[in-house]
Nanobody
Framework: QVQLVESGGGLVQAGGSLRLSCAAS????????MGWYRQAPGKQRELVAA???????NYEDSGKGRFTISRDNAKNTVYLQMNSLKPDDTAVYYC?????????WGQGTQVTVSS
């Protein structure tokens, strides 16, 4: 069973930054894609950013230019650097890992951006 453990969430003022971490219990080379999703109250879960095994990244439009996803293969960890945070970024952020036929999720970490 794979475990994904997120950390780094918290309360920050608008314009501030946070770095989320997602530590996997096995080599992240076993996943062809890892990503960050978020879910705000009353809204559907949405993709924020994803990175594939080759290091190519894609971003949801609202995060482009502000968020950066990266991976440290030696630490089996994926990061989401979030800058210029806005109140609309307030949500629970979930780490996701995809391997062939399987989809794994972390427990989520709360990000709250105050105005």
């Amino acid at each position: 069973q794979v475990q994904l453990v997120e950390s780094g969430g918290g309360l920050v003022q608008a314009g501030g930054s946070l770095r989320l971490s997602c530590a996997a219990s096995r080599s992240i080379f076993s996943f062809f894609r890892m990503g960050w999703y978020r879910q705000a109250p009353g809204k559907q879960r949405e993709l924020v950013a994803a990175i594939d095994i080759g290091g190519s990244a894609n971003y949801e439009d609202s995060g482009k230019g502000r968020f950066t996803i990266s991976r440290d293969n030696a630490k089996n960890t994926v990061y989401l650097q979030m800058n210029s945070l806005k109140p609309d970024d307030t949500a629970v952020y979930y780490c996701n890992a995809v391997s062939i036929g399987l989809d794994y999720w972390g427990q989520g970490t709360q990000v709250t951006v105050s105005s």
